[in-house]
């Protein structure tokens, strides 16, 4: 009896251990030979999109030049924080964590997000999504991590996201269904979170225009740092 547990705790191991294994390599190595980890995909408001070939790919921490922490290359995150720092030099509290990190599902809807400096809204919320807002998707038993997005484009029935990272055959732009119930606003896509806004600073608002926080020579604040050696964004 005690030979068959232990043939047993055998075989368990190695299933287990082939499954990381092939997990491990399959999401680590370029599946599509027709673009290279670093190849542009799209772009959004000149922003670039890159490409990432195994979602759990490791291309080392971008950095600005100022020191602010953009992301793991060519990660979800890394995008997002990029944009939103390239477009309204904005610079998150917080500048780490992965994608599920940046919902923090204690805040009521319309809460300001303190760690990532944004406006938080619950999908279901009596604001509609609009574009530029930075969307959260839950994690899920193949992606621990979660993922976010930009919303590119809003209709009365509809979004569109623009996304780094998605996986190596994934579109770089997706379109949901957006309906509305009750008065409230939800995104019809799986393990939606919900989504955060840019707000402009007071003195911006004051002042009556927000053409400052817009620089046309934004790309040349970033630089790549050493590659990192953990998957912590």
């Given at each position: ?30 599946l599509n030979t027709d673009y290279q980890v670093g190849d542009v995909l799209d772009s959004l408001n000149g ?20 020191g602010y922490n953009l992301g793991i290359k060519y990660q979800c995150v890394e995008f997002v924080k990029r ?112 989504w955060l806004r840019w707000e402009a600073p007071t003195a911006m608002i004051m002042e009556g225009s927000m ?23």
């Amino acid at each position: 009896m005690l030979k068959g547990f232990r043939l047993l705790l055998l075989t368990v191991s190695l299933v287990c251990g082939l499954s990381y294994l092939g997990y491990y390599g399959l999401t680590r190595y370029n599946l599509n030979t027709d673009y290279q980890v670093g190849d542009v995909l799209d772009s959004l408001n000149g922003v670039e999109i890159f490409y990432n070939g195994g979602v759990n790919t490791n291309e080392g921490r971008n950095l600005s030049l100022d020191g602010y922490n953009l992301g793991i290359k060519y990660q979800c995150v890394e995008f997002v924080k990029r944009y939103f720092y390239l477009r309204y030099q904005h610079k998150m509290p917080d500048s780490f964590g992965h994608a599920k990190d940046f919902f923090n599902d204690l805040l009521p809807d319309a809460s300001w997000n303190e760690k990532r400096a944004l406006r938080q809204y619950t999908n279901g919320s009596q604001s509609k999504p609009m574009a530029d807002d930075l969307l959260v998707f839950a994690p899920w038993m193949f992606n621990p991590y979660g993922h976010v997005a930009i919303i590119a484009s809003v209709t009365e029935t509809s979004i569109e996201v623009a996304q780094q990272n998605p996986g190596p055959f994934a579109p770089s732009r997706e379109i949901f269904p957006l309906v509305q119930r009750d008065g409230l606003w939800y995104i019809d896509a799986p393990r939606t979170k919900g989504w955060l806004r840019w707000e402009a600073p007071t003195a911006m608002i004051m002042e009556g225009s927000m053409e400052g926080c817009v620089k046309k020579n934004v790309a040349s604040k970033i630089q790549v740092n050493q590659p990192a050696t953990s998957l912590k964004l």
